[in-house]
């Protein structure tokens, strides 16, 4: 009889701090959803204005000075290609919460990682960059995972790599396959993160010097996709970095 008392007692108690907890659950997330919404309407207006406001300058005259029109021109297609950027990540964002998974595929990493290198050969040209692949599996270079969610992975932390890179820098791609896991390492020699920041910059939207990522295109969604997604595959992803020194990046499915 004591016993069930007690049983009785310790379930309701339980059930209220559950109940209780919950709620503050919700309401969190509530307010990360509010967070969110204005982010973006915050993100997608910038551009939008813009836009706005060079095409009727263009149509109130300016269009007849050709090298005005051209130089307008220029900064509406940042603007229009910053918007695809921004729409296409809010995307994936929404997908990673829909937990679309798709289907399991065999990647061979050495061929992914080379046309993921060819693919950049611009931007690592103009930076004058050096990009390594190595790997320490004896095995075939071979993974199965879901390419959906594990192609933006790597290509958003290689993107940031040479994103934050200083010119002339190294980017190494190293990776290792056993039986039943992958470890892949992405690291750079450039800019580095501080302690303070490193514990945010998987947040949405956070970018650690506002002004200067904007300019260079970014929009702090990219690591946010980058956890979601290795969170989807269970996956782990570990961050080492030093200000001046450079980034390291090792996720592990
Ligand atoms: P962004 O679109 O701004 O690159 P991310 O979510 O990909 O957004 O990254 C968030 C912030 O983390 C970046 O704005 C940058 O300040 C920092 N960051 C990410 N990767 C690196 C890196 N390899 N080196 C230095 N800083 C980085």
Redesign the pocket.
């Known amino acids: 009889d004591v016993t069930l008392r007690y049983i009785d007692h310790t379930s309701s108690e339980l059930s209220m701090i559950g109940s209780a907890y919950n709620l503050t659950r919700v309401r969190q997330l509530e307010q990360m959803q509010r967070d969110f919404v204005g982010n973006v309407s915050h993100e997608l207006k910038t551009p939008v204005t813009s836009l706005i406001g060079f095409t009727e300058t263009l149509l109130d005259g300016a269009m007849e000075d050709k090298e005005l029109t051209r130089q307008f021109l220029e900064i509406m297609q940042r603007d229009a290609k910053r918007l695809e950027h921004l729409i296409q990540e809010i995307l994936q964002l929404s997908r990673g919460r829909d937990t679309y998974e798709g289907e399991n595929q065999e990647i061979n990493l050495k061929n992914f990682l080379e046309d993921l290198t060819k693919s950049y050969i611009s931007q690592i040209q103009e930076k004058e960059l050096q990009v390594e692949i190595s790997s320490t599996s004896t095995s075939k270079p071979c993974f199965s995972t879901k390419p959906a969610l594990f192609q933006p992975i790597v290509k958003?932390l290689f993107e940031?790599?040479i994103?934050?890179s200083k010119e002339k820098g190294k980017i190494e791609l190293h990776f290792s396959i056993d039986e039943t896991s992958l470890t892949l390492s992405i690291k750079?020699n450039?800019?580095?993160?501080d302690l303070e920041n490193q514990k945010r910059?998987f947040e949405r939207f956070?970018?650690?010097?506002k002004a200067r990522?904007r300019y260079s295109g970014?929009?702090?969604?990219?690591?946010?996709i980058v956890k979601n997604y290795v969170d989807l595959l269970g996956g782990t992803i570990e961050l080492n970095?030093q200000v001046g020194v450079g980034?390291e990046f090792v996720v592990k499915l």
């Open positions: 958003n940031n790599a994103q934050y750079d450039g800019i580095g993160i910059i956070y970018r650690v010097d990522t970014g929009t702090g969604l990219g690591l946010s970095s980034t």
